[in-house]
């Protein structure tokens, strides 16, 4: 038998049909969409320093768009597989001779292999990041951002190039004899049947694999690596022994230092508890794909400060026990440390911090990254 390269007229189901193809890559763009945008809002809302500070109303806010974030990100994994099944015959597509075929033909394959590279990379490292496993050396918050900007950028150059055959696709009846003609044994399924598998596959793969994003549907969240539970009833990324802080948060000597300027205290738990003490029902959100609701009781962090006589609108720093890892530091904008919401933390759904979740003390604020809601407080400083 002699062996040959394949050629695109080999292929002739009727499923690697661009009618199918553009149906699939218009849901699969607006996944594409709704994960970069809310990617740039989570990048955002983890900056050490925001010029333009988000609002710390609602206070659900971040919790929407994470939730938003992971399951595009996860529903478009279905959708990914799909549309590259449905085109790869194009790869043995043998353009015309002409430089203007073979210039397009270059740029579109240029595009489409940064767009499948980055779209792999992305999606392979978010759903690796839900497990909390790194099996790499660099950031992955960095890495995310970057070749979120590539896929979302050769994703534009991609619809650029085809837009017109796209648009004449989606104006097509799905049921027409299409590109292709098939022969031999009918197919399984027929173009909507595909289609509505993939919706389905879809749909089933957001809510079985990220459904603890959200409220009400953690029980669907079958393949969820972080569901509801954990101390306290809310689930812990970072354990206190991971962090290397038993020792020191345990310490019976331990107290956190109030400092602005040349003024500071220094408050052990004992004297944190004998403040006015608030409970407020916030919830936390973590980059991996989790939320949960609890009620957080401590000291307004607003009451701290004025021991210190700080000013009102100013940035405070929160310096953790933690040093390594992310979580030592973050920088809490003047409009949430002088939200009534925002508190040092010292009890969690009735019971005080477990060390996991940050005893002896934590900071919990509205609209918050998890990474940013600093456990085993050191020292507080007002900026400025």
């Given at each position: 038998?002699?062996?040959?390269?394949?050629?695109?007229?080999?292929?002739?189901?009727?499923?690697?049909?661009?009618?199918v193809t553009a149906?699939?890559?218009?849901?699969?763009?607006?996944?594409?969409?709704?994960?970069?945008?809310?990617?740039?809002?989570?990048?955002?809302?983890?900056?050490?320093?925001?010029?333009?500070?988000?609002?710390?109303?609602?206070?659900?806010?971040?919790?929407?768009?994470?939730?938003?974030?992971?399951?595009?990100?996860?529903?478009?994994?279905?959708?990914?597989?799909?549309?590259?099944?449905?085109?790869?015959?194009?790869?043995?597509?043998?353009?015309?001779?002409?430089?203007?075929?073979?210039?397009?033909?270059?740029?579109?394959?240029?595009?489409?292999?940064?767009?499948?590279?980055?779209?792999?990379?992305?999606?392979?490292?978010?759903?690796?990041?839900?497990?909390?496993?790194?099996?790499?050396?660099?950031?992955?918050?960095?890495?995310?951002?970057?070749?979120?900007?590539?896929?979302?950028?050769?994703?534009?150059?991609?619809?650029?190039?085809?837009?017109?055959?796209?648009?004449?696709?989606?104006?097509?009846?799905?049921?027409?004899?299409?590109?292709?003609?098939?022969?031999?044994?009918?197919?399984?399924?027929?173009?909507?049947?595909?289609?509505?598998?993939?919706?389905?596959?879809?749909?089933?793969?957001?809510?079985?694999?990220?459904?603890?994003?959200?409220?009400?549907?953690?029980?669907?969240?079958?393949?969820?690596?972080?569901?509801?539970?954990?101390?306290?009833?809310?689930?812990?990324?970072?354990?206190?022994?991971?962090?290397?802080?038993?020792?020191?948060?345990?310490?019976?000597?331990?107290?956190?230092?109030?400092?602005?300027?040349?003024?500071?205290?220094?408050?052990?738990?004992?004297?944190?508890?004998?403040?006015?003490?608030?409970?407020?029902?916030?919830?936390?959100?973590?980059?991996?794909?989790?939320?949960?609701?609890?009620?957080?009781?401590?000291?307004?962090?607003?009451?701290?400060?004025?021991?210190?006589?700080?000013?009102?609108?100013?940035?405070?720093?929160?310096?953790s026990l933690q040093?390594?890892?992310?979580?030592?530091?973050?920088?809490?904008?003047?409009?949430?440390?002088?939200?009534?919401?925002?508190?040092?933390?010292?009890?969690?759904?009735?019971?005080p911090l477990s060390?996991?979740?940050?005893?002896?003390?934590?900071?919990?604020?509205?609209?918050?990254?998890?990474?940013?809601?600093?456990?085993?407080?050191?020292?507080?400083?007002?900026?400025?």
């Amino acid at each position: 038998m002699t062996l040959r390269f394949p050629r695109e007229a080999d292929f002739t189901s009727r499923l690697h049909d661009i009618a199918v193809t553009a149906r699939v890559g218009r849901w699969l763009g607006l996944c594409f969409a709704l994960a970069f945008v809310t990617g740039l809002l989570s990048h955002y809302a983890q900056a050490t320093y925001q010029p333009i500070p988000l609002p710390t109303r609602p206070v659900w806010g971040y919790r929407l768009t994470q939730a938003v974030h992971v399951l595009s990100g996860t529903a478009a994994v279905p959708l990914l597989l799909v549309k590259l099944w449905t085109v790869y015959p194009r790869l043995f597509h043998r353009s015309a001779a002409s430089l203007r075929a073979l210039v397009m033909s270059g740029l579109e394959r240029a595009s489409v292999a940064l767009l499948v590279g980055a779209a792999l990379f992305e999606i392979t490292t978010g759903l690796v990041n839900v497990t909390q496993w790194y099996p790499w050396d660099f950031s992955f918050r960095r890495a995310h951002y970057a070749a979120g900007w590539v896929a979302i950028g050769a994703l534009a150059v991609h619809v650029g190039i085809k837009l017109p055959l796209i648009r004449a696709a989606l104006g097509r009846d799905l049921d027409g004899p299409g590109t292709r003609v098939g022969h031999g044994s009918p197919a399984a399924v027929d173009r909507r049947g595909l289609l509505r598998l993939t919706w389905l596959a879809s749909a089933l793969s957001a809510v079985a694999a990220a459904g603890g994003t959200m409220p009400g549907l953690d029980r669907l969240a079958v393949l969820s690596a972080r569901r509801a539970g954990g101390p306290e009833g809310v689930p812990v990324n970072r354990t206190a022994r991971a962090a290397g802080v038993v020792a020191a948060a345990s310490d019976p000597g331990w107290t956190c230092e109030v400092r602005y300027g040349d003024r500071a205290v220094r408050l052990d738990r004992r004297d944190l508890l004998t403040l006015p003490q608030h409970t407020v029902e916030l919830p936390i959100a973590c980059v991996e794909g989790w939320s949960a609701t609890g009620a957080w009781s401590g000291v307004p962090l607003r009451d701290l400060l004025h021991l210190v006589d700080a000013p009102a609108g100013a940035e405070v720093a929160f310096h953790s026990l933690q040093r390594r890892h992310g979580g030592r530091f973050s920088v809490l904008p003047a409009a949430f440390a002088s939200d009534r919401l925002t508190l040092v933390a010292l009890g969690l759904n009735g019971a005080p911090l477990s060390l996991d979740h940050g005893f002896p003390a934590r900071l919990i604020a509205p609209n918050r990254p998890g990474v940013s809601q600093t456990k085993w407080l050191e020292r507080i400083e007002v900026l400025g």
